[in-house]
């Protein structure tokens, strides 16, 4: 029972709850802004295989990915990270051989208009929580079950964020100690845009 006089937090149970919560949402969190160097790696195979380079996204078309942030199983999303400890500790969970990947920074890069899901405020008004936007549990039989029930609340929550016009997500990381944010961009467009004239240097091994 909660205290009189002071009104519970709404916390979705499932991803559709969230969905029909955000859909009646009228009081939007204002988008923030991000200026820094930020680190984005691609694996060698990517690479070589599907010709993947550090500035585009990768095309759904070519390579479907299926991310925290993507549309679910369709569209994908550019994932980067605002610390190089950050980035290693991402990518290394999926492919834990530095020698396999090839990172990038990308130096005093603005981007605007994120949404920021690091932001406890900002959670609470869109009717979720931290533990929800990190759930890493593993299915090594079933990488799409495990996936379907990690990304239920941030697949329903990077729609939303698309069709109300933010550039992209500044997202908790999921991995590790979980003490990381990654940025998360949505339109080539817009990474054209924010990356122009800007410097990107490949780092060592």
Request: hydrophobic share 35%.
């Amino acid at each position: 029972m909660g205290v009189a006089g002071k009104v519970e937090r709404f916390i979705a149970k499932t991803g559709e709850e969230l969905k029909t919560y955000l859909n009646a949402l009228s009081d939007l969190p204002k988008g923030v802004t991000y200026e820094g160097s930020m680190y984005r790696s691609l694996t060698i195979e990517s690479q070589e295989v599907y010709f993947a380079i550090a500035e585009k996204m990768t095309d759904h078309h070519i390579y479907r990915s299926w991310g925290r942030y993507d549309l679910d199983k369709a569209e994908n999303a550019m994932y980067l990270s605002k610390t190089i400890e950050g980035n290693k500790t991402e990518v290394l969970s999926y492919i834990n051989d530095s020698k396999k990947w090839n990172t990038y920074e990308f130096k005093n890069v603005k981007v605007n208009n994120l949404l920021d899901l690091t932001d406890d405020a900002v959670r609470q008004k869109l009717g979720t929580q931290y533990d929800d936007l990190v759930k890493d549990i593993v299915n090594v039989e079933n990488q799409d079950i495990a996936k379907a029930e990690n990304y239920e609340f941030t697949n329903t929550l990077a729609s939303w964020a698309r069709k109300n016009g933010y550039n992209g997500i500044i997202a908790p990381g999921a991995r590790g100690a979980k003490d990381y944010q990654n940025i998360i961009i949505f339109e080539q467009s817009y990474i054209d845009q924010i990356l122009k004239g800007k410097i990107m240097e490949k780092l060592k091994q």
